[in-house]
């Protein structure tokens, strides 16, 4: 049986956020059950990280704007002969649905950056070992509270990112859906093409190849090198078959 892996690489800086708020927000809700210290700071790490992208730029505006763009290029579908339009108004719907939704949002992470225990935690990440029981006691006795409690509070934290879930799914799913894989071929280890206007390129390898993508490019053109993953006895075939989707 052949395993396929699924590698992504962004070709712009407003993609590269999206993916990095997508990972988080997927570990976020992975272990939103917080049982330990393990899990707790697995939780308050990612939680640290996604305030740090919150950061950069403006992060709302860019997904307003996505979710608008995917409504135009909606809108043009629904009188092509054939498509169903049905459909694609409920798609629109729910694109208005969503930027109506992140419009009313507070700021983003709001919530999270003036929860007590969140700044505390986050303060003590950066120091090798700094969240154990003495420097954190706070988070000590929390983590003693009935389970219940925790993932009351857990759930309160997740709720108030949904606005930013819910949209940034919907445009990520529209982006993934709008490439269509096709076979390639690259020549000893390296494969390049335009991408003139896409936001994503998408490959699918198998896992018996044992090699990886390399992938560099904006949003005109793009190079993909395949190294392996055994550096010292991996090899790259002369002519190397994958499939390669532009979002």
């Known amino acids: 049986?052949?395993?396929?892996?699924?590698?992504?690489?962004?070709?712009?800086?407003?993609?590269?956020?999206?993916?990095?708020?997508e990972f988080l927000l997927q570990q976020l809700h992975h272990c939103r059950v917080i049982r330990d210290h393990l899990t707790a700071l697995t939780f308050f790490r990612n939680v640290a990280d996604l305030l740090d992208v919150f950061e950069r730029g403006e992060l709302r505006t860019e997904i307003i704007k996505e979710l608008d763009r995917q409504q135009q290029k909606l809108q043009a579908w629904i009188d092509v002969p054939g498509v169903d339009s049905q459909v694609v108004s409920a798609l629109i719907d729910k694109l208005k649905q969503q930027h109506a939704s992140l419009m009313a949002a507070p700021r983003m992470g709001?919530?999270?950056?003036?929860?007590?225990?969140?700044?505390?935690?986050?303060?003590r990440l950066s120091i090798p070992g700094g969240c154990c029981s003495f420097d954190l006691p706070t988070l000590h006795i929390w983590l003693h509270l009935a389970q219940e409690s925790r993932d009351n509070q857990a759930e309160r934290w997740l709720t108030s990112l949904e606005p930013l879930h819910d949209a940034l799914t919907l445009?990520?799913?529209?982006?993934r859906q709008s490439g269509v894989f096709h076979h390639q071929s690259s020549l000893n280890g390296f494969y390049q093409d335009n991408a003139e206007g896409a936001d994503l390129l998408r490959l699918k390898?198998?896992?018996?190849d044992a090699l990886y993508p390399q992938v560099s490019g904006h949003k005109s053109r793009y190079a993909i090198r395949f190294m392996p993953l055994d550096n010292e006895r991996g090899e790259v075939p002369p002519r190397l078959d994958f499939e390669l989707a532009c979002c």
């Not at 445009?171 to 982006?175: A, K, N, R, T």
């Not at 390898?205 to 018996?208: D, G, K, P």
């Open 1 to 21: 049986m052949t395993t396929t892996v699924l590698f992504e690489h962004p070709l712009n800086e407003k993609m590269r956020t999206w993916l990095r708020i």
């Open 110 to 123: 709001q919530q999270l950056r003036e929860d007590r225990l969140i700044g505390l935690v986050r303060q």
């Open 171 to 175: 445009v990520l799913d529209l982006i």
């Open 205 to 208: 390898l198998t896992l018996e």
